[in-house]
């Protein structure tokens, strides 16, 4: 099963991340040798996930922040928070990216290597290293404080390779093909392996005796292989054998042709699918060792306190029988005594009672009651008694603190067991999100079925009208400041009252009627053929806005948007009337215009839907529905949350 990234991984992952240029950078969060970067790209915010020696991959499924963060994510945070992401590079096809950013007038270099001693490594502009994550010797390198920077030592790019470069290679190798295209083309034993299958060359054959047609069959084995980077046609994927994940690629492979898939829109999605999986079974793993020793624990703690409690009521009782039996134990001592002072020896005297006497130690074990009450024969009764009651305080006294540790590692339990579901529940909930052409969009799906789409600016309101209104369709506006261009994506159907009713409802909640406080507004609706771009003779129109011609149709609508968290095929978070969004939605939360602004109610909404959850929701829930990600659904001005 895959552990880490390839060379060929890093190029493909890297060519992606090319989003995250001119990013903001956030915060940075830290789990050990994890590093998260939390970056803005045009509004939208993303996770950059970095685990040295590992991956590098955007993730949807961040782990929670420490509440004490570590002393190098504080350092990167120092440096690099509030920066531009500048450059994203791999350097020299190896599995070493440069992370470049500009902060103010400083400029900073992040480092991640994802080698077998994985490294992340924060660089000024001169590249001298500020601080690794790990300090280490590695041969000519020192990776540490203050050190110059050097990369690992380069090796051939397996893309830009020429036949003659390639046979140069074969003819100076000691190994056989496919150890040779692992090692010095730096691309892996399975792309290695590949290169062979393709190229129908044994690959135990060695590289030095490959004949000229066979080298050229491996140069354009080769280039076939790696020919979807170069032309970006790629096919993300999952490879499964026998139900379980093996693997994540970017593109096909031939030795995968009869396994099981699982496709991806890129391929950063399906490295964080892949091991964010993996990472949870290993959790649940370490969950379910931790489980073990805790019950073990508890079982041997019960045990312990019943010894406790029934050994200090055995001292209780012994105790009171020395006092119950003061006359019977004053004469067995005094016989004791008196023979002792005659003279007699310990052996005389255990031959003339029945009684188990220690000479050494002066004990006389004796039965009373069915107990043996051992007494020291240099005390008094009323001493013997009281040593009985000292032990049964001390006993006392540890069954209390073990009665402690016990409820603690009932509470541990409940943690883990808890801790456990989220783990368990968490694969089988994470749906993936698909990506649509409207989500950059407002937009909801009406009680008919039908996309309805809006506006969240001028810029947005002039795309929907050049790039995506359609004859069938059905224009929706109204007067107020600032308000969005609604689109209904009509068909053959027909759309009857139900959706123009919640498409005149989203209009007027997302004007600036919601911003002054009022509960309803008025909209109109017109045909795609009234609606133009080209003003009177003399006059001019701003982006965004549009001259309409004919009737309009007026309706008054309602202020009033929910939020809902739909778990179905795709998982989602929705904004629209309420009457469409409970149709699919799990959770909902209703808003109105109030006395909050967009902050507050973000947090209330986030914290209703974490509390309506089901256990085996929480963790999407955590993740899909934090304040950031409601900001998006909410109208402009403030709101508070209706009570039902």
Same mark, same amino acid.
């Given at each position: 099963?895959?552990?880490?990234m390839?060379?060929?991984d890093?190029a493909?992952?890297?060519?992606e991340l090319?989003?995250?240029?001119?990013a903001?950078?956030?915060?940075?969060y830290?789990?050990?040798?994890? +590093?998260?970067l939390?970056?803005y790209?045009?509004k /939208?915010? &993303?996770?950059?996930?970095?685990?040295?020696?590992?991956?590098i991959?955007?993730?949807?499924y961040p782990?929670p922040?420490m509440?004490?963060?570590?002393?190098?994510?504080?350092?990167l945070?120092?440096h690099?928070?509030g920066?531009?992401?500048?450059?994203i590079?791999?350097y020299d096809?190896d @599995?070493?990216?440069?992370i470049?950013?500009?902060?103010?007038?400083?400029?900073?270099?992040l480092?991640?290597?994802?080698?077998p001693k994985?490294?992340i490594?924060?660089l000024?502009?001169?590249?001298?290293?500020i601080l690794?994550?790990t300090?280490r010797?590695?041969g000519?390198r /020192?990776?540490r404080r203050?050190?110059?920077y050097a990369?690992? #030592?380069?090796q051939?790019?397996?893309?830009?390779?020429t /036949?003659? /470069?390639?046979?140069?290679?074969f003819?100076?190798?000691n190994?056989?093909?496919?150890?040779?295209?692992?090692?010095?083309?730096?691309?892996g034993?399975? %792309?290695a392996?590949?290169?062979c299958?393709?190229?129908?060359?044994?690959?135990?054959?060695?590289a030095?005796?490959l004949?000229?047609?066979?080298?050229?069959?491996?140069?354009?084995?080769l280039r076939?292989?790696?020919?979807? *980077?170069?032309?970006g046609?790629?096919?993300?994927? +999952?490879?499964?054998?026998n139900?379980e994940e093996?693997?994540?690629? #970017?593109?096909?492979?031939?030795?995968?042709?009869?396994?099981?898939?699982?496709y991806?829109?890129?391929?950063?999605e399906?490295?964080?699918?892949?091991?964010?999986r993996?990472?949870i079974?290993?959790?649940?793993s *370490?969950?379910?060792?931790?489980l073990v020793?805790?019950?073990?624990?508890?079982?041997q703690q019960?045990?312990?306190?019943?010894?406790?409690?029934k050994?200090?009521?055995?001292? =209780?009782k012994?105790?009171?029988?020395?006092?119950?039996q003061?006359? &019977? *134990?004053?004469?067995i001592?005094?016989?004791?005594?008196?023979?002792r002072?005659q003279?007699?020896?310990?052996?005389?005297?255990?031959?003339?009672?029945?009684?188990?006497?220690?000479?050494?130690?002066g004990i006389l074990?004796?039965?009373?009651d069915?107990a043996?009450?051992?007494?020291?024969?240099?005390?008094?009764?009323? !001493?013997?008694? !009281?040593?009985?009651?000292?032990?049964a305080?001390?006993?006392?006294?540890?069954?209390?603190?073990?009665?402690r540790?016990?409820e !603690?590692t009932?509470k541990d339990?409940?943690?883990?067991?808890?801790?456990?579901i989220?783990?368990?529940?968490?694969?089988?909930? @994470?749906?993936?999100?698909?990506?649509?052409?409207?989500?950059?969009f407002?937009?909801?799906?009406?009680?008919?079925?039908?996309l309805?789409?809006g506006?969240?600016?001028?810029?947005?309101?002039?795309? +929907?009208?050049?790039?995506?209104?359609?004859?069938s369709d059905?224009f929706?506006?109204?007067?107020?400041?600032?308000? $969005?261009?609604?689109?209904i994506?009509?068909d053959e159907?027909g759309?009857?009252?139900?959706t123009?009713?919640?498409?005149? !409802?989203?209009?007027?909640? %997302?004007s600036s009627v919601?911003?002054?406080?009022?509960?309803s507004?008025?909209c109109?609706?017109v045909?795609?053929e009234?609606v133009?771009k080209? $003003?009177?003779?003399?006059e %001019?129109l701003?982006?965004?806005?549009?001259? =309409?011609?004919?009737k309009?149709?007026?309706?008054?609508?309602p202020?009033g948007i929910?939020i809902?968290v739909?778990?179905n095929?795709?998982t989602?978070?929705?904004?629209?009337?309420l009457s469409?969004?409970?149709q699919?939605s799990k959770?909902i939360?209703? *808003?109105?215009?109030?006395?909050?602004?967009?902050n507050q109610?973000a947090?209330?909404i986030?914290? +209703?839907?974490?509390?309506?959850?089901?256990e085996k929701?929480?963790f999407l829930?955590?993740s899909m529905?934090s304040?950031?990600?409601?900001?998006?659904f909410?109208?402009?001005?403030?709101?508070?949350v209706? =009570?039902?």
């Open positions: 099963m895959k552990d880490k390839s060379s060929v890093v493909v992952a890297v060519a090319q989003m995250l240029v001119d903001r950078l956030d915060k940075v830290q789990h050990e040798d994890e +590093i998260r939390k970056v790209a045009a /939208e915010r &993303h996770d950059l996930l970095i685990k040295a020696g590992m991956l991959c955007l993730t949807k782990r922040s509440k004490i963060a570590p002393s190098y994510s504080m350092l945070r120092k690099l928070s920066g531009r992401i500048t450059s590079e791999q096809f @599995r070493v990216i440069e470049h950013v500009q902060r103010g007038d400083l400029k900073r270099i480092i991640v290597e994802l080698l994985g490294n490594i924060l000024s502009e001169d590249r001298k290293i690794p994550l300090t010797s590695l000519s /020192e990776v203050g050190e110059q990369f690992p #030592p380069s051939k790019d397996p893309i830009g390779i /036949e003659s /470069e390639l046979k140069a290679l003819e100076g190798s190994k056989d093909l496919v150890r040779t295209l692992s090692s010095e083309l730096n691309m034993g399975l %792309y392996e590949e290169v299958i393709r190229a129908g060359v044994d690959k135990n054959t060695p030095s005796e004949s000229g047609v066979q080298l050229q069959i491996i140069h354009n084995a076939e292989l790696f020919e979807p *980077i170069s032309s046609k790629l096919h993300p994927h +999952i490879v499964f054998a139900g093996v693997d994540a690629l #970017p593109f096909e492979l031939h030795q995968y042709a009869d396994h099981e898939k699982v991806f829109d890129s391929f950063n399906a490295l964080d699918e892949f091991f964010s993996k990472a079974k290993s959790a649940e *370490i969950k379910d060792e931790k020793l805790l019950e073990r624990t508890l079982n019960g045990l312990a306190i019943e010894e406790f409690k050994e200090e009521k055995e001292c =209780i012994k105790a009171e029988i020395i006092y119950t003061y006359q &019977h *134990i004053e004469r001592f005094k016989s004791i005594h008196d023979a002072g003279g007699s020896s310990w052996k005389e005297i255990k031959s003339t009672i029945e009684e188990e006497i220690d000479e050494v130690a074990t004796i039965e009373l069915g043996h009450v051992a007494l020291d024969i240099q005390m008094g009764i009323p !001493q013997n008694a !009281q040593r009985y009651y000292q032990r305080k001390k006993i006392r006294k540890k069954l209390e603190g073990a009665e540790a016990l !603690q009932k339990i409940e943690q883990a067991k808890s801790r456990e989220e783990l368990k529940n968490a694969p089988q909930r @994470r749906i993936r999100q698909r990506e649509h052409w409207y989500d950059r407002r937009h909801f799906t009406s009680s008919e079925g039908f309805v789409i506006g969240r600016d001028a810029s947005t309101n002039e795309e +929907i009208v050049k790039k995506h209104m359609e004859a059905v929706f506006h109204t007067q107020a400041h600032g308000a $969005p261009v609604v689109i994506k009509a159907r759309v009857h009252s139900s123009l009713e919640e498409a005149a !409802q989203f209009a007027v909640s %997302y919601w911003g002054a406080g009022h509960y507004g008025d109109y609706w045909s795609p009234q133009s080209t $003003p009177p003779p003399g %001019y701003p982006k965004g806005s549009f001259i =309409i011609r004919g309009r149709n007026y309706m008054k609508a202020v929910a809902g739909e778990i095929e795709e989602r978070l929705m904004g629209g009337p469409a969004i409970k699919s959770y939360v209703e *808003i109105e215009p109030g006395d909050l602004d967009q109610v947090k209330e986030s914290k +209703i839907f974490f509390q309506k959850a089901d929701d929480k829930i955590k529905a304040p950031d990600c409601i900001l998006k909410l109208p402009p001005g403030k709101s508070k209706k =009570i039902s």
